[in-house]
């Protein structure tokens, strides 16, 4: 079960290569994969509402599209 929600985008942080993976699988580069990544560890991986993060990668879609 710990293996189905680490694939589902559950674990927070998210290692820096599984971000990478993820942005370069959505034809996005390194490069722009790292900026989410920093931004978000800047802000300890809280949301505006003061809340943990609870899925990284419905996150990092919202940061592709709005690219």
Known sequence: MKSA???SGAQ???SRKHVEIYFIQKGHCEK???EFYQHYAEKSWINPEGNLI???KRC???WIWNR
């Open 12 to 14: 927070v942080p998210p």
């Open 60 to 62: 990092a879609w919202q």
């Open 5 to 7: 929600l680490r694939c």
């Open 54 to 56: 609870a899925d990284w």
């Open 32 to 34: 722009t994969a790292r």
